[in-house]
């Protein structure tokens, strides 16, 4: 739905969004135009930036936006001088810009500032808080969009290769793995893939590198010496500096021998997500999807549980967040077209830690395209 007929259908004037791009993405959707300062979105049908005097050169060279405007054409320092403080003016500011634009009932999502709310609707404006039509929007990537993810996918396999090719060359001493004579530590593991990302334009932040029974805990980072015949879970999920979108991809390795349990879970997990993945097309419901993993899980002998066993979902849609809608697990998500989304079962279990893969596909017309090409290979 387009936001013209989003405000049509909610019988409201405008749509508002007030935020920083940095870390909203439905701000940095809607604008294109990144900025660490919040400034404001009014959509009444067409679409108007307003952004601070000193930011307005830049969003002119950078929103998609057409019709941008400052602050000082609504005298906020006139304002800042009768009110005496910053928030109240800013409000009164864009009471003025609603009022200007013939608007009476405003939409504005979730996160809009109570303050804001409370500042507007004593000046007569009628506020509807309502789930972001511009996070619907995004749900349907563009080919440039999917291209975009991706880029950045290509950067976070060839940083994986790189990972990997040092564990596989490490010595094992003691069970432990050794380079260059010292520990191979999950800290220098995690270095190298920052290290390449940043070379290819990406940057990530918590990416994982688990070894061993602490691998259980899909979350844990990971730390430490990495042990030889243990699993090694990497899970990396970068965004692209430039477009911003992201990326995320997991694999499990061992180095030496790996014990018959994480064998038998590895080859579980790959048969579930290739269930998952066959499974994927326009119209069928996230939670059929997750459903049918459990039951692959259930067929292999393991179990999904609150603790172990199988303990998360099947995977979630990426693109400007990390985490985006629609999902695959309990919630009855009906998959689209232009959906992107990991598929990522696995299985955790204390006594021996964790496997988990992650590739992420791309909603077709008759299926789904893998986006990732990277090998699924449990020893290296």
């Known amino acids: 739905m387009e936001l013209k007929e989003f405000l049509i259908q909610n019988k409201v004037d405008a749509f508002l969004m007030h935020s920083d791009s940095t870390c909203n993405a439905d701000m940095y959707y809607a604008t294109h135009f990144l900025a660490g300062d919040a400034f404001t979105y009014l959509n009444t ?40 403080e910053g928030q109240k003016a800013y409000c009164m500011m864009l009471a003025c810009l609603i009022k200007e634009e013939g608007c009476n009932s405003i939409a504005v999502p979730r996160n809009f500032p109570l303050f804001y709310a409370q500042s507007l609707s004593s000046e007569g404006i009628h506020l509807n808080c309502i789930e972001s039509p511009i996070t619907k929007l995004r749900e349907k990537k563009t080919s440039d969009e999917i291209q975009a993810i991706s880029t950045a996918q290509r950067a976070c396999e060839q940083a994986v290769a790189l990972a990997l090719d040092v564990i596989s060359k490490a010595h094992i001493q003691d069970d432990e793995l050794i ?3 010292k520990p191979l530590t999950a800290e220098n593991i995690r270095a190298i893939i920052h290290h390449s990302l940043l070379d290819n334009g990406c940057e990530a932040d918590d990416t994982i590198v688990a070894c061993g029974p602490g691998s259980a805990d899909p979350h844990w ?26 990326c995320d991809m997991s694999r499990t390795v061992v180095r030496g021998e790996p014990g018959q349990k994480i064998i038998e879970m590895h080859e579980a997990v790959l048969a579930a997500q290739e269930v998952a993945i066959n499974m994927i097309r326009p119209g069928i419901m996230g939670n059929e999807v997750h459903q049918a993993v459990c039951d692959s899980f259930n067929d292999a002998g393991f179990e999904a549980g609150d603790e172990e066993g199988f303990i998360h979902s099947t995977g979630h ?35 021996v830690g964790g496997v988990r893969i992650e590739d992420m596909v791309v909603v077709t017309a008759s299926g789904c395209k893998n986006l990732t090409i990277f090998d699924k290979n449990l020893q290296v």
């Open 45 to 84: 049908g067409k679409e108007i930036l307003l952004v601070s005097s000193m930011e307005k050169g830049r969003a002119e060279k950078e929103s998609l936006l057409q019709d941008i405007r400052s602050t000082s054409d609504y005298k906020l320092k006139e304002k800042l001088k009768e009110y005496k």
């Open 179 to 181: 380079k260059a004579g």
């Open 317 to 351: 849609s990426v693109g400007l967040d990390i985490h985006e809608k629609p999902g695959l697990g309990l919630q009855e998500d009906i998959l689209e077209e232009g959906n992107v989304i990991t598929v990522e079962p696995g299985l955790y279990y204390r006594d």
């Open 221 to 246: 980072r990971g730390s430490g010496v990495l042990k030889a015949h243990q699993p090694i879970v990497l899970d990396v999920f970068p965004r692209h500096t430039f477009h911003r979108y992201y």
